[in-house]
């Protein structure tokens, strides 16, 4: 079983967070049934981390 080396990023929201940690997405692409934007990161320990600080304060945000 090979595990998912990619995070697929549908918030807006969370992208900027992400990105403001300067964590870089390798490639963003239109969803073809809703027709919006996502992004895909390489998944790794730091990402884990600001995705992990994203859940604790995303509602005081």
């Not at 990105?19 to 870089?24: D, I, L, N, P």
């Not at 997405?25 to 730091?46: D, G, L, M």
């Amino acid at each position: 079983m090979q595990n998912n080396v990619n995070f697929y990023c549908y918030s807006l929201r969370l992208y900027h967070f992400i990105s403001a940690f300067s964590e870089k997405c390798y490639a963003s692409k239109i969803n073809s049934v809703s027709n919006t934007r996502y992004w895909i990161f390489r998944k790794n320990e730091r990402l884990d981390k600001i995705i992990a600080l994203y859940n604790e304060v995303k509602h005081t945000i």
